[in-house]
């Protein structure tokens, strides 16, 4: 359904140092870079991409936005949350079952250093 996700950031270096730590648990890697985009991916092409706005101002994350990375264990979540932190993001949630999702969501929850939400979860049992 989806092509690509996007987020804004103000330093594309200083955001893929911390992208490239928060989704290695996950196995996406850059797929594409330029001097205003850096994408990542698990395939052929990038589906997470992180840009500089076109128009030239600020990027702001939004409100009520969020990006969500699926994970296939709850030990990439825990990794992926730790790895966010340990480069600067700010903790939102941290590792943990999210019953009243349902009875096997587990999620972690964090700011990107552009204060993006981002959300990495499992739906597995394990």
């Not at 330093?11 to 594409?32: C, I, K, N, Q, S």
């Not at 936005?65 to 730790?82: E, G, N, P, Y």
């Amino acid at each position: 359904m989806y092509s690509h996700t996007t987020v804004g950031a103000n330093d594309l270096a200083r955001a893929r140092g911390f992208y490239d730590a928060v989704l290695a648990p996950l196995e996406l890697t850059v797929h594409y870079s330029a001097s205003d985009m850096v994408g990542y991916g698990a395939g052929g092409h990038p589906l997470f991409l992180i840009v500089q706005p076109y128009d030239g101002k600020a990027p702001a994350p939004g409100n009520g936005t969020m990006i969500a990375f699926l994970a296939t264990s709850r030990s990439q979540v825990d990794a992926c949350h730790a790895a966010a932190l340990a480069k600067g993001g700010t903790d939102e949630g941290e590792p943990g079952l999210r019953p009243q999702y349902h009875a096997n969501y587990y999620g972690a929850y964090f700011r990107d250093l552009d204060g993006n939400k981002i959300c990495v979860c499992s739906h597995g049992v394990a």
